[in-house]
């Protein structure tokens, strides 16, 4: 009887064991770590670990932090390694002024070794943390982390790991429920990737081996595509370049330096692009022949290698009738347009037009057409051809630019009212920011100008208040406070005018009627030093009105300031010109001398004005103060 309860114990035993075994099988069979270890290293050495903060990549705050917190929690667990503590770790970077993104330098590691004695530094990133927002998994939680240990005596990769997790992994292959917590999720992804460095390994080998997906692909080359896939195309940069090294298989390294060349363009990184694709050419020059010449020549028109782009462009286009002859040919004409021969570019996008009427850049080609007939300033022919654009491709990328020009080639056109028009356009479909080379500041200063030219000073000041100067090019930007300038100074606002004006008055091919703006405004807000030192300046400049105003009120500060010597010498010059401000001059000098009692002078004055003037207010004003200089004269002598 204890012999068949004993059997049936072992029996129980085994059948538990077997379902684990089973369990394990599932969960394995699931799991997608990449993981590469150093195979000669002796790991029994390696007694303490440090930390490092992760790079967080995935756009859920703090999520770096909280990566790194699961790797110290999961290694203290596993009882194999001690570990340096994250304030120690912290104290240190910030000695040495060292910002971990990721990566680390080799000096600092070399401090690790000696100021904490640890023998190994794991630093990462986490590329994604959080639920997916579209696709079959949308609102199922995602996690990707990258990590890896450093030797900090060789500096080399002994150990990393690559995971990438979802939350329904589980429930497709067992049925046991699905993770929905992006925490839970991210625990299991970290200890399944820490599951290697409980027991490492002894080999002797002389190098690590990368681990290979189901289908034998490596696990590095997987995430390359699938970042390049996903339109990550900075992460796919760094992914593609390490697998090429990596890469043996002729297909595979065609196909991989192929969406390097795409990812680089994607990115903006021009130079690294074309060299790509030079390298690209030399190795594979059989592939993708017309599609790499365009691409090539593309990038040099980017760079503004003409010469080299053109030549290029020219043998793709000459190629045959196939898309990339058609891109090439459309490309000749952007480098035209770039170079500022738009006469030339004309040509090719009228050309294109004809002979690629079904292009999927039928649209571009259209956009600038109109846009070089308004840079040859052939205003009727450009609102003609962008008419044509917002009728027949509402929803292209390049629909706000279309409206914004038709408002210019309007305002060009002097048709004021129907600018606006195709400015509010614009207006209503721009968001802020910039987008095909328009800024939003940009259609606020034209909408501000047309609304100026129809004499509306309140609706203009609104728009040129509106737009933010420091996004604008300097002419627009200075255009703008000239204008609110002369608002503020038309409306008596001149401690606000100054604000806009002020920074003409330095400039030496400023116009000098803005600049006596500038002075005018010192003069009304009682700074009567700066105002003279304008006027002093632009008195003797080749605007004989702007000089005569300049006298004028230089004369009447003096006054004010009880100057009457220097206000009559003054006046004096003034009248010497003959102009328009010359009995104005006459009638304050005459003023200042009976001011001092010099009525003799005075009355010589006023019958100069009196018999010489052609104002008759003026020849009225003198004779009444003649009759009043004879009576105080006679008066005086009694």
């Not at 089973?22 to 670990?49: E, R, T, V």
Request: hydrophobic letters at 35%; charged letters at 30%; aromatic letters at 10%.
């Amino acid at each position: 009887m204890k012999l068949i309860l004993s059997q049936k114990k072992i029996l129980i035993r085994t059948g538990r064991i077997l379902l684990v075994v089973m369990l394990m099988s599932f969960l394995n069979a699931c799991m997608h770590p990449g993981i590469y270890m150093k195979k000669d290293k002796d790991w029994k050495d390696l007694k303490l670990i440090a930390v490092l903060p992760f790079e967080n990549l995935s756009g859920s705050k703090g999520a770096g932090d909280v990566v790194r917190n699961m790797f110290v929690v999961e290694l203290n667990k596993m009882g194999r390694f001690g570990i340096v503590k994250p304030g120690d770790a912290r104290a240190l970077l910030l000695e040495k002024r060292v910002k971990v993104k990721g990566e680390i330098d080799f000096e600092t590691l070399y401090a690790f070794r000696k100021e904490l004695n640890a023998g190994g530094v794991i630093v990462g990133s986490v590329e994604e943390y959080g639920e997916e927002v579209s696709g079959p998994k949308k609102g199922i939680p995602a996690v990707r982390i990258d990590a890896r240990m450093l030797d900090t005596k060789s500096g080399e990769v002994i150990w990393s790991a690559v995971n990438s997790r979802y939350g329904d992994d589980r429930a497709a292959i067992l049925d046991i429920g699905e993770i929905r917590s992006v925490n839970a999720l991210a625990e299991k992804t970290v200890a399944e990737m820490l599951l290697t460095l409980r027991n490492p390994p002894r080999g002797s080998g002389k190098s690590g081996s990368a681990v290979k997906t189901d289908d034998g692909e490596d696990i590095g080359v997987r995430l390359a595509k699938l970042y390049y896939n996903r339109g990550s195309y900075d992460l796919a940069v760094q992914k593609l370049e390490y697998a090429l090294k990596s890469s043996a298989d002729r297909q595979s390294s065609m196909n991989l330096m192929y969406m390097l060349g795409i990812s680089y363009e994607k990115s903006g990184m021009e130079d690294k692009a074309l060299a790509s694709w030079q390298r690209y050419r030399i190795k594979y020059p059989d592939s993708r022949t017309l599609e790499i010449r365009f691409r090539i020549g593309r990038i040099n028109r980017i760079l503004k290698n003409y010469s080299k782009a053109l030549n290029e462009l020219q043998k793709a286009a000459a190629g045959s009738n196939s898309r990339w002859a058609g891109d090439a040919y459309l490309e000749m004409g952007n480098l035209f347009f770039d170079k500022g021969e738009y006469g030339k570019a004309l040509d090719f996008y009228k050309n294109y037009l004809t002979k690629y009427p079904e292009s999927r850049l039928v649209p571009e080609a259209v956009m600038r057409l109109g846009e070089s007939r308004y840079r040859l300033k052939d205003y009727e022919d450009s609102l003609k051809t962008l008419y044509g654009f917002i009728k027949k491709f509402p929803s292209d990328k390049n629909i706000r630019q279309a409206e914004y020009l038709a408002g210019l080639s309007l305002q060009n056109l002097k048709r004021w009212r129907e600018s606006i028009s195709h400015f509010q356009a614009a207006f209503q479909k721009a968001s802020g920011e910039k987008s095909e080379g328009l800024l939003i500041e940009e259609i606020e200063y034209r909408m501000g100008l047309s609304y100026w030219n129809l004499g509306d000073r309140g609706q203009a000041r609104n728009f040129f208040l509106k737009a933010d100067k420091s996004k604008l090019s300097g002419k627009s930007a200075d255009d703008i406070r000239l204008k609110l300038g002369d608002i503020y100074y038309s409306s008596g606002k001149y401690r606000q005018a100054l604000i806009e004006l002020a920074g003409f008055a330095a400039g030496e091919k400023t116009d000098d009627r803005i600049i006596y703006k500038v002075a005018r405004c010192y003069e009304e807000l009682g700074r009567f030093t700066e105002a003279l030192k304008i006027y002093s300046k632009i008195s003797s400049g080749n605007d004989k009105v702007i000089t005569e105003k300049s006298l004028f009120h230089t004369a009447n500060i003096y006054k004010s300031q009880g100057d009457l010597k220097g206000a009559v010498k003054t006046l004096k010059k003034l009248i010497s010109l003959g102009g328009a401000y010359a009995d104005r001059a006459k009638m304050n000098m005459a003023g200042i001398f009976y001011q001092q009692m010099s009525l003799e002078k005075a009355l010589s004055v006023y019958k100069d004005i009196a018999e010489n003037s052609d104002d008759q207010r003026a020849v009225n004003n003198a004779e009444k103060w003649i009759k009043t200089l004879k009576f105080k004269i006679k008066e005086r002598e009694r």
